[in-house]
């Protein structure tokens, strides 16, 4: 008889492939699967609808609640009375002074009878929880980011990490085995609350890649970076400026939403500069596609800042994007990234984001037609040999197994 599992996520099924391939691994290895995700973004709704349609697995999607707002208001409040006073603040009220999905996700989750419920994100956590706690079953967490450390320092931010924090201290300790989508991140939640993470990396699978390796030619050099949406805060800035000091001709294509008009601004300095010519604007695309998009380029772009903890110790999706496209990836010099470049070795270059001369003479060495054919070349075989979907699960499967083990209550017909 194979177990149950229900995976709790606050996003839409299109924006969170973690969820997909999590889903789709747990699935194919026996296990009977229900994702409850939120059915929010309009813009995500077709794609949603075409995924829902095309997996093996159930999906419940659920609607913002109309209390949400109200309850996140009173909350927000009484957190605070709380806090000004010296007591603690209960997780339910942390939980819902975000204006998070929190008691819908709850509701859904609540209702479904599982052996494992495995929350990602923190508005998941107590959804989760609750429905674990409901019928007698294993409690499980994702740690895509280090969620109380995302905090930049921004008017307010210290209440919402409070309250992050807050909801991962009332809950993680109960989880039976948990998960981090890097090293570092892992090892911050050990710290904090003595959990001991597996390390889960952002890799995709071998089905996705291309079937060949694109023939390069470093001139001009191609560089791309991605994202759902665009920022000032993603290491641009001096990329751009290094373009400008670098002899190699080197073009840039940036994808992502421009809804705060961050991408404007990009292509304002880049015309400051000289090159407005060579940076251009992309609209978003589907997951599904960001492989083989990202294998039109020469180079891909990894430039995390330490605006906050989190991105100073994540270990991001596009990295592995590129690796497993053949594309070498520049990286700025983060402590996740720099422990993970070794690793990497042709396929990848760090810089210091401080230095954007340093950053030119990078560009001007991959504009080299021999150099960069020797770094696409590793890439393609570390995306082949190590770094995806088809290798990674098997440390997720190996922890969903153990858990249930420990807690003596044997996986059945389920593979390892």
Not at 24 to 38: F, I, K, N, R, S
Not at 58 to 80: C, D, H
Not at 319 to 324: A, C, E, K, Q, R
């Amino acid at each position: 008889m194979s177990r149950a599992v229900c995976i709790v996520s606050p996003g839409n099924l299109a924006s969170n492939p973690r969820v997909l391939k999590e889903a789709d691994a747990l699935h194919g290895a026996g296990y009977e699967v229900t994702a409850v995700v939120c059915n929010y973004s309009d813009a995500l709704r077709g794609e949603d609808d075409a995924i829902a349609a095309s997996v093996p697995w159930k999906v419940v999607r659920v609607n913002r609640a109309v209390e949400e707002g109200i309850a996140a208001r009173a909350a927000t409040v009484l957190a605070k009375i709380l806090l000004s006073t010296g007591m603690p603040v209960p997780a339910s009220v942390a939980a819902c002074s975000a204006r998070a999905p929190v008691m819908p996700l709850t509701r859904a989750a609540r209702q479904i009878r599982a052996d494992l419920y495995i929350a990602h994100y923190i508005a998941a956590l107590p959804a989760a929880a609750a429905a674990a706690r409901r019928h007698g079953a294993l409690l499980g967490f994702d740690a895509e980011d280090f969620h109380s450390g995302e905090g930049t320092g921004a008017p307010g931010e210290p209440f919402r990490m409070q309250m992050v924090e807050a909801v991962e201290r009332a809950f993680l300790p109960s989880c039976t085995y948990t998960t981090a989508a890097s090293p570092l991140i892992g090892e911050a939640y050990a710290r904090r609350y003595g959990v001991s993470p597996s390390t889960v990396l952002n890799v995709f699978p071998l089905s996705m890649a291309p079937s060949q390796p694109r023939q390069r030619n470093a001139r001009p050099l191609r560089a791309y970076w991605f994202s759902q949406t665009i920022g000032l805060d993603r290491g641009l800035q001096p990329f751009i400026e290094a373009m400008a000091k670098a002899r190699a001709a080197v073009t840039l294509d940036i994808r992502g939403s421009n809804r705060w008009g961050h991408g404007d601004a990009l292509l304002a300095l880049a015309h400051g500069l000289g090159i407005g010519d060579r940076v251009n604007l992309l609209p978003m695309a589907s997951p599904g596609e960001m492989l083989q998009l990202a294998a039109q380029y020469d180079i891909g772009l990894s430039l995390e800042t330490d605006v906050s903890e989190n991105r100073r110790i994540c270990l991001t999706n596009k990295i592995f994007t590129y690796l497993l496209a053949g594309v070498p990836v520049v990286m700025s010099d983060t402590p996740a990234q720099s422990r993970l470049a070794p690793d990497l070795g042709a396929a990848a270059r760090l810089c210091s984001l401080a230095d954007p001369a340093g950053l030119a003479a990078i560009l001007d060495e991959l504009a080299s037609e021999v150099v960069l054919a020797e770094a696409a070349a590793e890439a393609w075989k570390l995306g082949r040999e190590r770094y995806n979907w088809d290798r990674e699960q098997a440390i997720l499967l190996t922890s969903v197994a153990a858990a249930f083990e420990r807690m003596g209550r044997p996986v059945g017909r389920v593979a390892s």
